[in-house]
């Protein structure tokens, strides 16, 4: 079965960094379209930025500049590092897997990103 397995949300001041990682298996991995979605107390789940089985990517308006999406396709995984948070970046971040040759996709467990003084 499909699993995805994110890690390293956490506490952090505003200006600061963070890197998510997000593990995948029980998928051709190099076939996949992989995302990013972010969900704050209250709003509704937003894509944050995605990356194609080709490398292509996309980000949200808010994240230009500060985010980068990348893969590893021997490992994987695919990675979102996060520079200048600001606090209204505070959410639930998810990581999402869409296979090959299937509409159906699947969600990581999420993984708590704060950021406060």
């Known amino acids: 079965q499909v699993q995805l397995v994110e890690s390293g949300g956490g506490l952090v001041q505003p200006g600061g960094s963070l890197r998510l990682s997000c593990a995948a298996s029980g998928i051709i991995f190099r076939l996949a379209a992989m995302g990013w979605y972010r969900q704050a107390p209250g709003k509704q789940r937003e894509l944050v930025a995605a990356i194609t089985s080709g490398g292509n990517t996309n980000y949200a308006d808010s994240v230009k500049g500060r985010f980068t999406i990348s893969r590893d396709n021997a490992r994987n995984t695919v990675d979102l590092q996060m520079n200048s948070l600001k606090p209204e970046d505070t959410a639930v971040y998810y990581c999402?897997?869409?296979?090959?040759?299937?509409?159906?996709?699947?969600w990581g467990q999420g993984t708590q990103v704060t950021v406060s003084p």
């Open positions: 999402q897997c869409r296979p090959a040759f299937t509409t159906q996709a699947y």
